[in-house]
């Protein structure tokens, strides 16, 4: 069973950082793409950063300049450095990763359960 868990979120005050991190667990043979999504109440879930394989990234553009995705591949862990937070980041932050389990399998889209930032004014 592969699995992908966040850690990270909390309370925050406008301008302050957080830094989320998503680590996978399991059979694990290959990880793809990587990324963080985001829910705000009474929205849908957005993308905020993704990192493929070979470390391009791709930013929101509500998020440029201020966030930051990274990798560390021999832990299998994402990593998403906030800065400069708003209170517009509120949302719970939703890690997903395409995981192949074998050689022979393809990639699975594996999601975590989510953390929640909260960002006061």
């Known amino acids: 069973q592969v699995q992908v868990v966040e850690s990270g979120g909390g309370l925050v005050q406008a301008g302050g950082s957080l830094r989320l991190s998503c680590a996978a667990s399991?059979?694990?043979?290959?990880?793809?793409?990587m990324g963080w999504y985001r829910q705000a109440p009474g929205k849908q879930r957005e993308l905020v950063a993704a990192?493929?394989?070979?470390?391009?990234?791709n930013y929101a553009d509500s998020v440029k300049g201020r966030f930051t995705i990274s990798t560390d591949n021999a832990k299998n862990t994402v990593y998403l450095q906030m800065n400069s937070l708003l209170p517009e980041d509120t949302a719970v932050y939703y890690c997903?990763?395409?995981?192949?389990?074998?050689?022979?399998?393809?990639?699975?889209?594996?999601w975590g359960q989510g953390t929640l930032v909260n960002v006061s004014s």
């Open positions: 990192i493929t394989s070979d470390g391009s990234t």
């Open positions: 399991g059979h694990i043979f290959s990880i793809n793409d």
């Open positions: 997903n990763a395409a995981i192949s389990g074998s050689y022979s399998e393809g990639y699975l889209e594996v």
